[in-house]
């Protein structure tokens, strides 16, 4: 479990990295823009970006801080090398 000031501390990082909240059923709510993630004492309230405006959410969901079980960076693409290889 994840607490309130382990979470407030990613969002505010700085620069902001987006990040994946993956819970204990193995739902992962992507959170791309600091200001679509709400920290309360119990839960986070997710904002999912609206397609013509991404950092404006057009629904939410509520995860407990209870089921919040990794904090995970996106996967990093991989670069080509200097041959065109990855």
């Known amino acids: ?9 990613r969002v505010r990082e700085m620069p902001f ?3 994946q909240v993956v ?12 200001e679509l993630i709400m920290v ?3 839960d986070v309230v997710i ?8 950092n404006a959410y057009e629904r939410l969901t509520r ?3 209870f089921h919040i079980v990794e904090l995970r960076d996106f ?12």
Do not use: K, W
């Open 1 to 9: 479990m994840f607490s309130t000031d382990q979470i407030r501390s």
């Open 17 to 19: 990295r987006p990040f």
């Open 23 to 34: 819970t204990t059923a193995g739902d992962i709510h992507e959170v791309r823009h600091p």
């Open 40 to 42: 309360g004492v119990g």
């Open 47 to 54: 904002g999912i970006p609206s397609p013509n405006n991404p």
């Open 63 to 65: 995860v407990s801080l």
């Open 75 to 86: 996967p990093v693409e991989s670069t080509a090398t200097q041959n065109g290889t990855a």
